[in-house]
């Protein structure tokens, strides 16, 4: 026998239900051997007790034995960037989200749909995520012989209070720091699937025909197009009893970044959690901070932190400044204005801190490129609107 523990799990019920009509027994002084038995201490059954939260073994923790004696994850509730396509401007592509069962596995509706609730629960725990694709991603003899990540391995866990830079399995559950904390619930609160979605549902992403001014190697762009990367979460069952393993794919409808590939057409990853790169869509390499960086991302090149090297306006020049109105759409060019006014990149970067800081920015802009309530004041608005594009990803 054993104390019964009333510990709540994540998706217990604090509402009067009778208690589901189960009732503990407490042990009374003189009833029975009280050295097995203390006084009001009650009992129950030791094989359906539940384990303190604090105590439970996450699920993608759970591990097994293989044929050769090696012990190997179980489990994975694992993220990764997928590509999906590849685009030049102006096209578009079907993408597809929800939680779906993968290739080569056998799964009913109903079975889906619970491992879409049961996996939620889960995932708000424990996950992992990985800069470079590092699990398998359909149902194979590899995965039911040595685990999903095919070595025993994993890519770095998290759990709900903070994603981990670093590889291991002793990081979930661990302790980290607030700007981890931040970044592991913005995480998990981005890319969370939709439970009642469990077959494939689509819409159109297109890439538009104009690049939007400021844009990191809009030149390459240009000519050589975009990638198309998705985020996906992949979830595996490991075989117990007489199931065997079962793999699902989860996507959220609106983790998307589009990533220029090399000269050579050689692809580049996406460098950071998903809603943690600057700004939507076109900034896939810079992170806002470090934490936000994926698992080993640090050590790969074209990764950094900050803001992209194309938004550093206090070190452009009065051509840059030129360039960067050229690509606005301005009703006529600003050149001798630029020229006479010494608009240059340290002026452009004043007029952000006025944006930042005053009500009135509007005339400021209208002021510091000549133009009047009667002239064309749609320039102002525009030169308004790209202005905002550099201050978001400052």
């Known amino acids: 026998m054993c104390r019964f523990d009333r510990a709540v799990i994540p998706t217990s019920n604090s509402g009067d239900h009778h208690g ?7 042990m009374e002084q003189g ?10 201490v009650e009992v129950g059954c030791v094989v359906c007790v539940a384990d303190v939260e604090s105590q439970e ?3 993608v923790k759970e591990t097994f034995v293989g044929q050769a004696g090696g012990t190997y994850l179980k489990n994975a509730i694992h993220g990764e960037w997928v590509k999906i396509a590849s685009l030049t401007t102006g096209q578009d592509v079907t993408v597809s989200y929800g939680y ?57 866990f998290s759990n709900t209070v903070g994603f981990s830079s670093s590889v291991g399995l002793s990081t979930c559950g661990g302790n980290t720091d607030t700007e981890s904390t931040s970044v592991a619930r913005a995480v998990e609160h981005g890319t969370s699937w939709d439970q009642s979605i469990t077959e494939t549902s689509s819409f159109l992403l297109s890439m538009p025909s104009q690049i939007p001014a400021g844009v990191a190697e809009a030149d390459a762009i240009s000519s050589l197009g975009v990638d198309v990367w998705q985020w996906q979460w992949t979830i595996v069952e490991g075989a117990h009893d007489v199931v065997s393993t079962k793999m699902y794919h989860a996507k959220a409808r609106s983790r998307f970044v589009f990533a220029p590939p090399l000269s050579g057409g050689e692809e580049r990853r996406p460098c950071c959690y998903p809603g943690q790169e600057y700004g939507v869509l076109w900034y896939p390499f810079s992170c806002k901070t470090s934490a936000g960086l994926l698992p080993g991302a640090q050590n790969a090149a074209h990764c950094g932190v900050g803001t992209p090297a194309e938004y550093a306006a206090a070190d452009w020049s009065e051509q840059e400044v030129v360039e ?40 400021s802009v209208m002021n510091a490129f000549g133009i009047t309530p009667e002239g064309p004041t749609g320039d102002a608005l525009k030169i308004m609107r790209g202005l905002i594009v550099l201050r978001s990803s400052r």
């Open 20 to 26: 589901g009509r189960l009732c503990t027994t407490e």
């Open 31 to 40: 009833s029975t051997d009280e050295e097995k038995y203390p006084h009001n």
């Open 57 to 59: 073994l996450p699920f």
């Open 100 to 156: 779906t069962a993968s290739s080569g596995t056998s799964a009913s509706e109903g079975e889906t749909q619970a491992s879409a609730r049961s996996r939620a629960v889960d995932f708000s725990s424990c996950a992992s995520a990985s800069f470079t694709a590092s699990i398998s991603t359909t149902v194979s003899a590899q995965v039911s012989a040595s685990g999903p990540f095919g070595n025993g391995g994993s890519a770095g």
């Open 324 to 363: 960067w109105l050229d690509g606005l759409g301005l009703s006529q060019a600003y050149n001798s204005v630029v020229a006479a006014k010494k608009l240059d990149g340290a002026a452009i970067d004043s007029l952000l801190r006025i944006i930042d800081e005053s009500p009135s920015s509007y005339s």
